[in-house]
């Protein structure tokens, strides 16, 4: 299926709030590339082990436990200049507090990882960023963490929730996958990602190959 947007003319972009926590995690639609320009951190690692922790020095007054991954880098895309590297992640216990809950047989296995650096200095990481296992990347989602992506966070990414729906500006592109796919896991955000031109017009484009090299750590990608 193309990248680019066929016949969505009207004005009036519908915007929904997130809905609250109640008693289940919650999140907005995301693509790729755009918690990739939100994140402070953004590494390919393997993760080793995990173990629960308290956060800072004291009892979490929302009583909940963390749980700290302990992690192997093997690539950093994103966030060399916040952190020299990365060592630790750490998440909600809980998964319906949007942790990112790993099972035992999930462990040891390579990951990209998107996260934001907090006041105590660690590395946070949830449902909601782009963390998912290296071999379900697809290979622009590759390219795109190793250059694309980075290149196209001066645009914005709308996300159509129903229709009529369009952009209102050059550097917005409008992301339909949850109207034509069916879900937001559809080939704009599988293939995709928004590419600022000469003109100052952002536009979806094919990753095919990245851009700019990445910053590597250790291993290979």
Request: proline share 4%; hydrophobic share 35%.
């Amino acid at each position: 299926m193309s990248c680019k947007v066929l016949g969505f003319l009207v004005s009036g972009l519908l915007f929904l709030a997130l809905q609250a926590w109640t008693d289940a995690c919650s999140c907005g639609p995301s693509h790729p590339q755009h918690v990739y320009c939100q994140s402070h951190v953004v590494i390919k690692g393997k993760i080793i082990s995990s173990k629960l922790v308290g956060r800072g020095n004291s009892t979490d007054p929302s009583g909940f436990q963390w749980i700290q991954y302990e992690v192997q880098q093997l690539k950093m895309f994103k966030g060399s200049e916040k952190v020299e590297r990365v060592e630790y992640v750490y998440t909600p216990q809980a998964d319906f507090v949007c942790g990112f809950v790993l099972e035992a047989d999930q462990l040891n296995k390579d990951y990209v990882l998107s996260g934001n650096v907090e006041t105590d200095g660690k590395i946070y990481v949830n449902i909601c960023g782009f963390n998912k296992l290296w071999s379900q990347l697809t290979s622009s989602q590759r390219a795109g963490l190793a250059g694309n992506y980075e290149a196209g966070c001066q645009c914005k990414i709308v996300p159509c929730l129903s229709l009529p729906c369009s952009i209102s500006a050059d550097n917005q592109c409008l992301w339909t996958d949850g109207i034509i796919d069916g879900n937001w896991a559809g080939s704009q955000s599988r293939r995709c990602g928004c590419s600022m031109k000469s003109s100052g017009l952002c536009q979806w484009e094919f990753y095919k190959r990245p851009r700019t090299p990445a910053v590597t750590r250790d291993g290979n990608q």
